[in-house]
Structures are given as C-alpha cells and as structure tokens.
C-alpha cells in the first residue's frame, strides 16, 4: 500500500470514493431520464475502475480505439461502442472482435459503408455519427439526403445491423458559463427533432445517443435523446471546474509532485512535474495559462481544497513551475508534496499510464496488442 512518505516522484492519486460518487451521480441522472447509460471509458481505461461502474448496473460502455475494446472486451464488457468514425485498416481486428461481442460501430460515410460491407464476416451494429454543431466528424444532422443514402446501403448487408445515431457535442468545452453548455444541448435538440420525426414516420424505433461531461453534469432536458455517453465525470478536472460542470470537491485525480527548489524572490516553486505527467493542456486564467491547481496531501492519500493564491503557471517536459503569495511560498520547503488538480484528466492519466487509488489499488491502463 502506497504511504504519503514513499511517494518520490509524480504519482497520479484518484480518490476512489470521489470517483465512486460521481459514477453513483451519473448513473442517477441516466435513470431519471430513463436514458441507456453508456459511459465513455477513455478516461479512466483501466479494468479496476471499469469494476466500480459495473457495480452500479452499467453492461454497455464506449471506447475510443480498438485496442481500448480488446482490452475491455477480455475484462467481461460486451456490449462496446467504438466511438471513432471506423478505420477500415483495421477490418480484420474489428471481424475477430465482433465474433466475440455485440461490437458497436460509427461511421459517416458511404465509401467506407461499402468497404465495410464488403469485408465485414460478423454481424456489426451500425450508428451513424451526426454533425450537431461541433464540427470535428460526422454528417450534418440536417443533410437527410445524404443519411437516407447511408440508411439505404445500411440495409444491403445482413452483417450491418442499423442501430441509431450518436453525436458528441464537444464545443460545451468551449462555452463560458452554464447557460451557453444549457443552450448547446437545446440547440442539439432542436436540430435532431426533424430526423427524429422522419424515423418515427418510418416506423423504425432508433436509439439517439449523445452526451458530453459539461452538458451531461448540469443539464435537464434530454427531451428524444435515449443514451448518454459521458466520460471525464468518472474523474473530472479543472477544466469541468472552470466550465461550472463539476465542484472543487468532485475532482477525483491529483498528481502529487515533490518539490525540488523553492525561490522567494520571485515567489515561485519548481516541482518534478511536468508536460509528460501532464500533457501541456492548459486553461486561460486572467489572461495567463495555468496547467493546473494547487492541493495540499493529506497522509491518507486524499488532499484538501485548491488554494486560491497558487497556480501551475509553466510547465516543461518534467519541470513545472508554481506561482503562489508570498505569504504561501515562504512555508514551502524542498522535498515536501504538492498536490496539482490537472486541467485534463483524461490527458493526464494517458501520460501517467495507471494511478494509485486512494486504498491503495494500482490501476495500469489498457495496453495496445
Ligand atoms: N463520445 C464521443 C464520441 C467522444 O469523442 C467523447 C469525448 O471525447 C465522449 C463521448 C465523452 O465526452 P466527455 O469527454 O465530455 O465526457
């Protein structure tokens, strides 16, 4: 079991009960809307954190590449959606993994349809991935020309089962408050309506899957939507605090760095910590970039509120540096722990490779094989 006195270099900590919290609170909200929960896995990829969600009832789950669907896929899940507009490279690994699992595919267009159904030995769901407004991957959710021909060719191969839609409405990370992340979800709404009446005049009953962290944690109106596939909740970070998505105390994941060097004339510390720790990911605050905020650990492995006159100002490859008070940075002392929030859990724990939890579990993430 990992102790407070061991820990020499940065070492990412998740709070299990933090963490547990906010899956029980996601699964909560799922069920009051009466939405599939469906919770993305690329935040915490590992099989020991996959363990608490399924203690809360959830069967289905996303991933975000293959290798993350093989690896969950041998820890028991299988029922998995590749949310990835498919690689057709990759035909003779999605064949061997959907002999074994209701293997749930996303793709936007029509040459790939052909080339996947030319290739494809094992039956597939098929989701088609929608454009509401993000603007990274997908069909326009208003172009119906262009989804009948995909809903046309969906039906020439008995191996590509139609399922329904998903869209990832990732511009809620660019909002700046929670009225903009409420008026995203209403507009992604709204557009859906027209193709939501035209299945239901087809007569073909769709799931319509979406859901980001932002809108998820704060909105009400789910009103035609059937999943949620939220993922940085399990974790959030400072990025969801800054967003108005999540609280100070729900942040579930703190690196604690040692403290190398601390300079008082300019009322900075120097801590083992870096953009391989970190990724470089960071958040504007007045007008300067932070790259995450400061925590003090507790023996138990837990730490305390973010402190309001510190900051990760700069970060390099290991080093980062921290700008605090005056009155702050003259108590630190070399070789003591900080804790730093991160601005992107996911990034973060991608860099760091695993996490110790807080009883002392040690999660290492999914390996490529
Ligand atoms: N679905 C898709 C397709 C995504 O790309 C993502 C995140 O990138 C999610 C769901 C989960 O969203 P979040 O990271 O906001 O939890």
């Given at each position: 079991m990992l102790r407070l006195q061991d820990v020499v270099s940065p070492t990412l900590v998740v709070d299990e009960s933090k963490a547990r919290a906010n899956i029980q609170r996601m699964a909560h909200i799922a069920k009051t809307h009466q939405l599939i929960f469906r919770p993305h896995f690329k935040t915490h990829?590992?099989?020991?954190?996959?363990?608490?969600?399924?203690?809360?009832?959830?069967?289905?789950?996303?991933?975000?590449?293959?290798?993350?669907?093989?690896?969950?896929?041998?820890h028991g899940w299988n029922d998995i959606t590749l949310a990835i507009p498919i690689n057709i490279r990759d035909l003779a690994r999605i064949n061997r993994l959907a002999a074994h699992i209701k293997l749930n595919l996303v793709l936007d267009d029509l040459e790939t349809l052909a080339q996947l159904q030319a290739g494809l030995e094992k039956r597939c769901s098929i989701y088609i991935k929608l454009d509401t407004g993000y603007g990274r991957a997908g069909i326009p959710c208003n172009d119906m020309a262009k989804i009948k021909a995909l809903l046309h060719q969906l039906a020439k191969s008995q191996h590509t089962v139609f399922?329904?839609?998903?869209?990832?409405?990732?511009?809620?990370?660019?909002?700046?408050?929670?009225?903009?992340?409420?008026?995203?979800?209403?507009?992604?709404?709204e557009r859906l309506q027209p193709l939501k009446t035209f299945m239901k005049e087809l007569?073909?009953?769709?799931?319509?899957?979406?859901?980001?962290?932002?809108?998820?944690?704060i909105c009400d109106d789910y009103a035609g939507m059937d999943e949620i596939r939220p993922g940085n909740f399990v974790f959030y970070d400072w990025m969801q605090h800054s967003l108005g998505s999540?609280?100070?105390?729900?942040?579930?994941?703190?690196?604690?760095?040692?403290?190398?060097?601390?300079?008082?004339?300019?009322?900075?510390?120097?801590?083992?910590?870096?953009?391989?720790?970190?990724?470089?990911?960071s958040l504007q605050s007045d007008s300067k970039p932070i790259y995450g905020k400061i925590v003090l650990p507790k023996p138990d492995l837990t730490w305390g509120e973010p402190l309001e006159m510190a900051s990760l100002i700069s970060i390099s490859q290991e080093h980062g540096l921290i700008e605090g008070s005056e009155e702050w940075v003259k108590n630190v002392k070399a070789g003591q722990l900080i804790g730093v929030l991160p601005v992107h859990s996911c990034l973060t724990v991608a860099c760091m490779g695993g996490y110790t939890t807080t009883d002392g579990q040690k999660a290492v993430i999914y390996k490529a094989d």
């Amino acid at each position: 079991m990992l102790r407070l006195q061991d820990v020499v270099s940065p070492t990412l900590v998740v709070d299990e009960s933090k963490a547990r919290a906010n899956i029980q609170r996601m699964a909560h909200i799922a069920k009051t809307h009466q939405l599939i929960f469906r919770p993305h896995f690329k935040t915490h990829q590992s099989a020991l954190v996959g363990n608490w969600f399924k203690e809360e009832g959830v069967t289905k789950i996303t991933v975000s590449n293959l290798e993350m669907a093989y690896y969950f896929a041998q820890h028991g899940w299988n029922d998995i959606t590749l949310a990835i507009p498919i690689n057709i490279r990759d035909l003779a690994r999605i064949n061997r993994l959907a002999a074994h699992i209701k293997l749930n595919l996303v793709l936007d267009d029509l040459e790939t349809l052909a080339q996947l159904q030319a290739g494809l030995e094992k039956r597939c769901s098929i989701y088609i991935k929608l454009d509401t407004g993000y603007g990274r991957a997908g069909i326009p959710c208003n172009d119906m020309a262009k989804i009948k021909a995909l809903l046309h060719q969906l039906a020439k191969s008995q191996h590509t089962v139609f399922e329904g839609f998903v869209w990832h409405d990732g511009h809620t990370y660019q909002a700046h408050n929670t009225n903009q992340i409420r008026a995203i979800r209403h507009t992604t709404l709204e557009r859906l309506q027209p193709l939501k009446t035209f299945m239901k005049e087809l007569g073909t009953q769709v799931i319509f899957s979406g859901g980001d962290t932002p809108s998820c944690s704060i909105c009400d109106d789910y009103a035609g939507m059937d999943e949620i596939r939220p993922g940085n909740f399990v974790f959030y970070d400072w990025m969801q605090h800054s967003l108005g998505s999540c609280t100070s105390k729900q942040i579930a994941v703190a690196m604690f760095c040692p403290v190398l060097r601390v300079y008082h004339d300019r009322n900075q510390v120097l801590i083992h910590g870096g953009a391989v720790h970190f990724s470089k990911e960071s958040l504007q605050s007045d007008s300067k970039p932070i790259y995450g905020k400061i925590v003090l650990p507790k023996p138990d492995l837990t730490w305390g509120e973010p402190l309001e006159m510190a900051s990760l100002i700069s970060i390099s490859q290991e080093h980062g540096l921290i700008e605090g008070s005056e009155e702050w940075v003259k108590n630190v002392k070399a070789g003591q722990l900080i804790g730093v929030l991160p601005v992107h859990s996911c990034l973060t724990v991608a860099c760091m490779g695993g996490y110790t939890t807080t009883d002392g579990q040690k999660a290492v993430i999914y390996k490529a094989d």
